[in-house]
Every structure is written in structure tokens, then in C-alpha cells.
């Protein structure tokens, strides 16, 4: 029998859900109305009155080639974060979860990260590549690579994939060392005697038993590099050189903010919650039904 | 089928040793059964066969040839477990046929082998299936289908039983017996299970605290108890226990209650007046007229289970300790017929079967010699 707290009808059911309720309504029900709205607006040069140009804004950015090539820009930013960061993270699993000596040590030092703010992990990578004071940059140089990621696109794209992807290793570690955690020993143990070796055994057994964790991963990271990866590049490339990392939500808040047009801004916004809501569908559909055994 | 040559084994955890000296030959096609309590070291000593567990002194040989540092997946061995470790993401077929593929058999054989395998478990119509969609029962069996598609040299079972109901496991255990005898291959299996242990073993081997206290026939260890452990673990009702000791003339024991009991068939000569602990298994007792007694019951409860009925109480004037009777320490167990009309605390005299005690020295639990 379920068991299932009820209450009597009444106010205190709404009294109990309206928190969350208020936090929901001002949080995002209202900037997103805001920005569906914005998005069919043109402002005036100075701000003071707005005209209504139905799907205008949309139009303009499906023709413009700079927002065309930030989607290029970020399908490859988030595809580079997501399989960087995905893959050490299992590596780094595999080989914590069979550390028997100082396991717990191993495992704190590689959540660490996760609590390094965006902005900051950002500057730290700054600080290491800066061409003139970065110490990274400073051995390339002795090794005869002069590295530049103001000037060189491929340098900059590498380096904010890299912070970012540095970053969501400690969230991919945790969930990949969850899940290994969770398959019974005795199924790794019955592949050994059944003669499969270690990379067999990975392949045919450990790894499929992994694929929910995985499908919940790759959906989580493909968000974060779209979305939480603002911080890192506003500190480290700015979108720069020449738009090489400008990704579709920094293209909002360089357009909105810095460029001051909000119509086109808000348009970007609208696209980019049609992305998130398509995505998290995805998730939810796939992970109840396929990805399971 | 392999013989397996187990010389001096022992296994500790860092300066915890688990595993004190194990010393047992079996033949080739043999079944012998682990059994012992929890803790015991039962399953150790069968992860150490199966190559999960590294030895930590002493060796293993399988066929003549020592495996202790050769890898699980080259000892041609199979495992059943607890948990039946079925691989989840599998279907039954492929369960069956994952180790004939890694050994590289061509397709054909492969199907042919699992057909035959799921055919004798009566597994055809589930090989598309996944685990998760069978009963426990059918799990366990694919489970054994998987340890038999190999043909492998010894197969180990690892409590193959317990996650079954009592019903199940009654015939999951026949099956078990009729599989082993057909295939002739060697067999360990571990059990916590005296009933499972009885019923399958060739051999038995009964572990206590690391140590291995008889290796023997079932029907030899239950006749043979080698120690008060032994007899107190298998057998159930458990057998009963008194205290008493060797009469002057050696040829006796004494009760504390007085009753002197004839010792035919043990050679008591150099023990005299020596304290011991006097078993008997409940159905060496009968209920006799007051005169003949030598013992007295007082019952405390009564369990009718149809065949038979059980008599519970305590020995008047005798315990197991040499000391007034305990209640709940010093219970005996007498089996009487399942028509039998007794009473709770009503008292019964009971007389032991001829040539039935069991004698051990009351301190170190040992056997005494019995010739």
C-alpha cells in the first residue's frame, strides 16, 4: 500500500506550494514572457518607445551570417567541453574506483574544481596562458611554440574548451564513479571467470551498465557548455579573436548588452529556450524508456 | 572433470588471518559441499579456488598443474553465484554465450551449445528474454546454463539457493544433483544450508572460525562427528548435549544426575574420571517406563510436524555445563512419533538407543576414540 500524506482541501495545500510558485513565477515566467515579448519589439536609438515588428527580429538573425557562424561556433565548443570533459571523467573514474590505498583523498582532490566559480576558473587558465605573464605560455615559448590565444583563433577556441571542459570534470567524475559503484561486483567478477579481460570486461559489461549515467551526462553537459560557460569565456577570450568563441549565449549578452540592440537579443534568448526545452525533452523521453536494460 | 589438490591453505587480511590451513584432495567428478556458519571462511576458501581471492600461503592445483597466480579466465573453471550475476543488458542467449564467444567458438557451435544447455534447463523459450523478465528461479537456472555451455573443469557454486524460496530451492537442489551426476564434472559448492549440504555432498567439508573440522561422507560425519561443533551444526533438531564424565573403571560415563551410561564400542582406558561432553542426536532417544530411564525430560514445549512430533525441556538434574540445567542453554530435543500423546510439563523417561552416545572431551570439543 502507498503510503501518501493528504490534506484535507482547504488553503494549506496552495499555501504550501506557493514558494516555489513565487520563485518560479518571478524567476522565469516572467523574464521569459519579457523576452518572447522583447523579441517582437524594435527599440528606438535612444530607448524611449519600442514598435511592434512581428517575426522581424527572427528574420534578420536567420539571415545574418555572424549568428549563423556562433552556432557553428558553439557546436563545436559544446561537442569539444562535452567529450573532454565526459571522457576524463570516466577515465578518472575507472581508475579511482579500483584505488583501494587513499581512495577518499583521490577522490576529494578531483571534486575540487567543482567548486571553482566560472569567472575564476576562467582567470585562472587566463593566468597560465596569458602570452606575456602565463606560465604555460612561458615554457611553450622555451619549447619554441609561441602561443598567443588573443590572436590565434584555434589557440583561443582550445583554451576556453579546456577551462570549460576542466571544470565539469569534478560533476562527470561523481556521477561516473556513482555509477560504477552501483554494478555489482559479482557481474565484473563472473566476466573474469567467464575469461573476458579488463578491456573486454569494460566494454561488454561495464560500460553498457554505465549508459544511463552516460545518456544523464551527456544531456547535462551539452546545457552546461551552452549555457554555464558564459563566465569563462567573458573572462578569458570575450567572445574573441574576431568572434572565433563567441557561443550563442554570449552573442546575447554581446548583442543585448554591449551592442544594446534587444530586440535581436531577446530573439537569441527565445531560440536558445526553444533549444534548452528541446533538449530537456529529449532527456526525459530517453532516459525513462531507451537507455535502460 | 579435474581432481583439485588443496595443500596447506591459508588466506589473511592484512594481520587478520581468515584462513588457517586447509588440507583436502578430491577426486575427479566428486561434489563436495563447504559447509559451516557465517563467517566461516566457507566463501573465502571458494574465491580462492575461483582465482577472485589471492592466496595468501600454501596451493591450489587443479589437475596436478598449481593455479594459485594464474588468472580466473585461465583456470577453466565456472561460477555460479549468490546473486547469479546474470549481466542485466543481456538476453539469456547472450548471457550463455558470452564466455563460448570471448573463447573465439564459431557461431554455429555457440548456438548449438546454448540450444542443448537451454534445452536440458528447460530455458528454449526464454533465450530472447532479459533477466529481468524471469522468476528467481529462472535466473538461478540460467545462471547454471551458463556455467555448463563452458564444459569447464570444476564448477563452483557460491550459495546458488538462498535467494529462493523454500519450495524452489527443494527442487533447484535436485536439479542441481541430477545436473552434476549426468555431467560428471567437479564440484565445490558452498552452503550455510545443512539440509542442501546432506543431500548433495559426496563430500563434506565443515568449516568453523577459518579451519576445516571434518572432511568427510555425510552419512559418516553425521554418525562420526569429529568434534561438538560437527555434531552441533549438522543434524536438526541439533543434537543434544550433557556433561558428564568417564566412570573408574572406563567403561561407563556418568551423568551429573547420576545415571551411568554403558560406553560399548569406546576405548575409555586411559580416561578415566575424565570430564566429557555426552552427545545424542533427539531420535537416539526413547520414551520408556520410569525403572529403565536414563534420563529424565521435563518438557517445556511441543512441536507436532506430522511425521514426527519434538519434545523440547531440559534434562532433570543434568546440563551440558556440568552445572544445574539452563532453560534456554541446556534445551534437549527428543523425536518421538508424530502420534505421540505428551503434554507440556509433563516429565519423560527416556532411554538411549544402544551404542548411540557421542563422546567429546568437555574441554577442548574434540572426539574421544571410539575405535
Known amino acids: ?293 | 572433470m579435474a581432481a583439485i589438490s588443496i595443500r596447506q591453505l591459508r588466506k589473511s587480511y592484512g594481520k587478520t588471518e581468515v584462513i588457517h590451513g586447509i588440507d583436502v584432495e578430491i577426486e575427479a567428478g566428486e561434489f563436495i559441499v563447504i559447509v559451516g556458519p557465517s563467517g566461516c571462511g566457507k566463501s573465502t576458501f571458494l574465491r580462492m579456488v575461483a582465482g577472485l581471492e589471492a592466496v595468501t600461503a600454501g596451493t591450489i592445483s587443479i589437475d596436478g598443474h598449481p593455479v594459485n597466480d594464474v588468472e580466473p579466465k585461465d583456470r577453466d573453471i565456472a561460477m555460479v553465484f549468490q546473486t547469479y550475476a546474470l549481466y542485466p543488458h543481456m538476453t539469456v542467449h547472450n548471457n550463455m554465450a558470452y564466455g563460448l564467444k570471448i573463447a573465439g567458438l564459431p557461431a554455429s557451435e555457440i548456438d548449438e551449445r546454448v540450444q542443448r544447455a537451454a534445452k536440458m534447463l528447460e530455458l528454449s523459450e526464454f533465450l530472447p528474454r532479459k533477466p529481468r523478465q524471469l522468476s528467481g528461479g529462472q535466473r538461478q537456472r540460467v545462471a547454471m546454463g551458463r556455467a555448463i555451455v563452458r564444459n569447464p573443469r570444476v564448477f563452483l557454486f557460491d550459495e546458488p539457493l538462498s535467494n529462493l524460496d523454500a519450495k524452489l530451492r527443494v527442487q533447484m537442489r535436485l536439479e542441481i544433483k541430477h545436473l552434476q551426476r549426468s555431467l560428471g564434472t567437479t564440484s565445490l559448492y558452498v552452503t550455510h544450508d545443512q539440509v542442501e549440504a546432506m543431500t548433495l555432498a559426496d563430500r563434506l567439508i565443515v568449516m568453523n572460525e577459518g579451519i576445516a573440522e571434518q572432511i568427510n561422507t555425510p552419512m559418516r560425519v553425521y554418525d562420526h562427528p569429529a568434534s561438538v561443533f560437527v555434531a552441533d551444526f549438522i543434524g536438526s533438531p541439533a543434537m543434544n548435549f550433557l556433561a558428564g564424565r568417564v566412570t573408574a573403571n572406563g567403561d561407563a560415563v556418568e551423568l551429573d544426575s547420576g545415571s551411568v551410561l554403558r560406553a560399548d564400542g569406546w576405548s575409555l582406558g586411559a580416561d578415566t574420571g575424565r570430564a566429557v561432553t555426552i552427545g545424542i542426536r533427539p531420535e537416539n532417544l526413547r520414551q520408556v517406563a520410569a525403572g529403565d530411564a536414563d534420563l529424565t525430560l521435563q518438557v517445556v514445549a511441543i512441536e507436532t510436524l506430522g511425521a514426527d512430533t519434538l519434545a523440547h525441556g531440559f534434562a532433570v538434574g543434568n546440563g551440558r555445563t556440568g552445572q544445574a540445567p539452563n532453560k534456554m542453554k541446556d534445551n534437549v530435543a527428543v523425536r518421538l512419533p508424530g502420534n505421540s500423546q505428551i503434554a507440556e510439563g509433563e516429565k519423560l523417561a527416556l532411554r538411549i538407543a544402544d551404542g548411540m552416545l557421542h563422546l567429546f572431551d568437555a574441554a577442548t570439543g574434540k572426539r574421544l576414540g571410539d575405535g
Open chain 1, 1 to 293: 500500500m502507498e503510503k501518501r500524506v493528504t490534506f484535507g482541501g482547504g488553503v494549506l495545500p496552495y499555501l504550501l506550494v506557493l514558494p516555489q510558485m513565487i520563485i518560479t513565477a518571478v524567476f522565469f515566467l516572467w523574464p521569459a514572457s519579457q523576452a518572447v515579448y522583447q523579441s517582437v519589439q524594435l527599440p528606438d536609438p535612444f530607448g524611449l518607445s519600442t514598435t511592434f515588428v512581428w517575426l522581424d527580429n527572427f528574420k534578420f538573425l536567420l539571415s545574418d551570417r555572424y549568428y549563423l557562424e556562433s552556432f557553428q561556433t558553439t557546436a563545436v565548443f559544446s561537442v569539444a567541453v562535452t567529450v573532454l570533459s565526459m571522457g576524463l571523467a570516466l577515465l578518472f573514474a575507472v581508475m579511482a574506483d579500483g584505488v583501494i590505498r587513499g581512495a577518499s583523498t583521490h577522490k576529494t582532490l578531483l571534486i575540487w574544481p567543482y567548486a571553482v566559480a566560472p569567472a575564476i576558473a576562467g582567470v585562472v587558465w587566463l593566468f597560465l596562458f596569458n602570452p606575456s605573464i602565463g606560465v604555460v605560455a612561458f615554457y611553450l615559448k622555451y619549447a619554441g611554440y609561441h602561443w598567443n590565444h588573443v590572436l590565434n583563433a584555434n589557440e583561443a577556441m582550445l583554451l576556453v574548451v579546456v577551462a570549460a571542459a576542466w571544470k565539469q570534470i569534478s560533476y562527470n567524475f561523481l556521477f561516473f564513479l556513482a555509477g560504477l559503484q552501483a554494478i555489482p561486483r559479482s557481474l565484473i567478477e563472473a566476466a573474469a571467470i567467464d575469461g573476458a579481460g579488463g578491456w573486454h570486461r569494460f566494454r561488454t559489461i561495464t560500460f553498457p551498465l554505465l549508459s544511463p549515467t552516460t545518456f544523464f551526462l551527456l544531456v547535462v553537459n551539452i546545457v552546461y557548455a551552452f549555457f554555464d560557460t558564459f563566465g569563462i569565456i567573458h573572462t578569458v577570450t570575450a567572445g574573441g579573436p574576431e568572434r572565433a568563441t563567441m557561443i550563442l549565449v554570449y552573442k546575447v549578452y554581446a548583442d543585448g548588452f554591449v551592442g544594446q540592440d534587444l530586440g535581436s537579443s531577446a530573439a537569441q534568448s527565445v531560440i536558445l529556450m526553444v533549444i534548452v526545452a528541446a533538449l530537456t525533452v529529449v532527456q526525459f523521453r530517453f532516459i525513462e524508456r531507451r537507455v535502460h536494460y
